[in-house]
């Protein structure tokens, strides 16, 4: 056949098609009956965990055995790192990712232990076994959680240092300058074998929230404005560098609700509205609910483009997995499509390598958590807290109760009745017949916070009790009660039920929220709605957190900055034998039309 010019263009076009399946790339598809070269694709992962709340080993400081739950899951990093390695073994490791959504080096003991027993602040100080670890298995960036200040701006600022990835979070301003005070993104290239690398943005948010559950820590000094507005403003800025995928990591829950009520003009938990609100998102890690979310697709309401969350679960339970597919069109690299799904992590072993590296310091931890400290005439434990006045959650009362009577001692507030709250933290926090040690002291108080001390009145402290006791289900008299079934309404957290100590009341279960106090007394007389009190109430609580009415407008007549779980460990080595029956009673009750429930 003699040459011309459309046997040329042919012969070329199956010559270049020929090559591209040399080549290793699609090969062309036929569109009208005319040859196609299928455009080119590349595909990664971003692997994501959140709340690991200082959870190294598969390991339970506060019962010192292996963690293990009803759902038989485990805990740790060692565990996700032996997840990382398969997908970066699977996927190879120059086509993967590894990032964080936040509240990292609080939550166990061995977090502690290096927070205020050795802490990382001192001079020539341990490195955080958190940072060792996660720099180790290869972070690539991690969110600022709420609970990265439990400790305070220089315990951070230390963690920061220590850490070969950066700590972002793009609404943690400077209170003066109203700039980032932490680095707000960060921008990773993935070599691709196509020539141009992907430009993979990482975005961080924290919450807002700090600014009333850390209030002491970060006031005048860090603002927290909302994630929606910060996202708004950082993502067209990374898309204008050149971000070819943005992925914000944010420690925000999904379900646009706030557990501080109306104190900030933000939300709480913002992600799902992140997603909606700002264009140019192709994926979220979530963080903060402690729920597990595999995938989870939000429309974005201005461009219709679909935003794909997921929330791995805590601890280090879960491993997420972003599955980018990628397509090479007009000079740049476009998501054509992405999936997410969550990996357990109580499907393998722990990383041999972590857990040597860290082996010292767990057992340095594990040392100081079985140090004894007294003794207790008989067991007590949290199982059936959650609805009967049980002696081991009056214990925590009665700590708080004495600590705040001497610190007022002598002077304005004296002569007031002091009452206190105390919610069950644990359904599993147990105090043994026999020697106590610190992890069973420290197992009733979980979290770092702080006691303080509140005016309250009388007709303020019937609200308080009314809005706790949303916690109950409506059961009607005569209906049955299932313990399994009966808390936790509209998915209230145990932590976000008080019980009051000093005062004695009913919970009428039969009746709706809002109106189930029933005989609400005061030695004995009915409570003077005028009367004052003195309410010893932990700092999460007075400063907002779970939105009780009242407390966080209340005056502050003393505060303390040392935990209350430090405080109940001092007691009861004061004490030396914890009784009971000095202590125990029967305040408050479950009832139906005046019948106890149990």
Same mark, same amino acid.
């Given at each position: ?51 690991? !709340? ?15 739950? #009803? ?8 565990? @996700? ?9 699977? #996927? ?6 590894? @990032? ?15 927070? *205020?027993?050795?802490? @990382? ?47 972002? /979070? ?32 990482? =975005?961080? =948010? ?26 708004? *403003? ?50 979220? =890690?979530?963080?903060?609910? !402690? ?22 679960? #805590?601890?280090?339970?879960? =491993? ?18 992405? /999936?997410? #799904? ?11 390598? @972590? ?33 009967? $006045? ?117 919970? $009428? ?12 007394? +005061? ?20 400063? /907002?957190?779970?939105? +009780?009415?009242?407390?966080? /407008? ?45």
């Amino acid at each position: 056949m003699p040459l011309n010019r459309r046997t040329f263009l042919g012969r070329s076009a199956a010559a270049g098609a020929g090559a591209a399946i040399a080549g290793g790339l699609a090969a062309p598809a036929e569109a009208h009956g005319r040859p196609e070269q299928r455009r080119k694709r590349y595909s990664f992962t971003v692997m994501g965990t959140t709340d690991l !709340h200082g959870n190294v080993f598969n390991w339970d400081y506060f019962t010192d055995r292996e963690f293990d739950d #009803k759902a038989h899951n485990d805990v740790g990093l060692a565990k @996700i790192s032996t997840l990382v390695n398969q997908v970066r073994e699977e #996927k190879g490791r120059r086509n993967t990712l590894l @990032i964080d959504a936040g509240d990292t080096i609080q939550g166990t003991q061995l977090s502690y232990y290096y927070a *205020k027993v050795d802490p @990382i602040t001192a001079h020539r100080g341990p490195v955080h076994p958190m940072a060792r670890a996660m720099n180790a298995i290869g972070y690539d960036a991690a969110a600022l959680g709420n609970h990265e200040f439990n400790y305070g701006i220089p315990v951070l600022r230390r963690f920061q240092e220590q850490c070969d990835f950066p700590l972002l /979070g793009a609404n943690a301003l400077d209170a003066r300058t109203l700039r980032p005070a932490f680095p707000p993104y960060s921008m990773l290239r993935l070599r691709t074998p196509h020539g141009r690398d992907v430009r993979v943005a990482v =975005l961080g =948010l924290t919450n807002p929230g700090i600014a009333i559950w850390d209030k002491a820590h970060v006031s005048g000094q860090m603002v927290f404005p909302g994630l929606e507005e910060q996202a708004a *403003k950082w993502v067209p800025r990374l898309r204008s560098m050149g971000a070819d995928v943005v992925v914000v990591s944010a420690h925000s829950g999904s379900s646009g609700t706030s557990s501080y009520g109306d104190q900030l003009p933000y939300v709480e938990n913002a992600a799902a509205l992140v997603a909606e609100q700002v264009p140019g998102i192709d994926a979220i =890690l979530v963080g903060h609910a !402690h729920t597990e979310i595999a995938e989870y697709t939000v429309a974005n309401r201005q461009t219709g483009a679909p935003v794909v969350l997921s929330e791995p679960l #805590k601890w280090g339970q879960r =491993l997420t997995l972003f599955d980018f597919d990628l397509v090479w069109e007009r000079d740049r690299w476009t998501v054509a499509k992405v /999936g997410a #799904k969550v990996l357990n992590s109580n499907t393998v072993a722990e990383d041999p390598r @972590i857990t040597r590296l860290l082996g010292d310091e767990h057992e340095k931890v594990v040392a100081y958590v079985n140090q004894v400290i007294g003794t207790s005439t008989a067991a007590m434990a949290t199982a059936e807290a959650p609805w009967r $006045d049980e002696p081991i959650i009056d214990l925590i009362n009665q700590v708080q109760v004495e600590t705040v009577r001497e610190a007022l001692a002598g002077g304005q507030w004296a002569a007031l009745p002091v009452l206190s709250q105390a919610s069950c933290f644990s359904r599993s926090a147990a105090i043994p017949a026999g020697a106590v040690t610190i992890r069973d002291a420290a197992g009733l108080y979980p979290f770092e916070n702080t006691l303080e001390a509140r005016l309250m009145t009388g007709a303020q402290l019937k609200d308080y009790l009314e809005y706790s006791a949303r916690y109950y289900v409506q059961t009607p008299a005569g209906a049955p009660v299932d313990t399994a079934k009966l808390t936790n309404a509209d998915g209230i957290p145990d932590y976000n039920y008080d019980a009051v100590s000093g005062l004695t009341y009913e919970i $009428d279960i039969a009746r709706p929220a809002g109106s189930r106090i029933v005989d609400l007394s +005061f030695e004995g007389e009915p409570i003077d709605p005028e009367a004052r009190f003195v309410l010893a109430v932990n700092n999460y609580r007075a400063a /907002g957190g779970g939105a +009780f009415p009242h407390v966080a /407008g209340a005056e502050q007549v003393w505060s303390n900055s040392d935990e209350i779980r430090n405080t109940i460990i001092q007691w009861v080595r004061a004490k030396g034998t914890v009784d009971p029956a000095a202590f125990a009673s029967v305040g408050w009750r479950l009832t139906r039309d005046g019948d106890p429930v149990f």
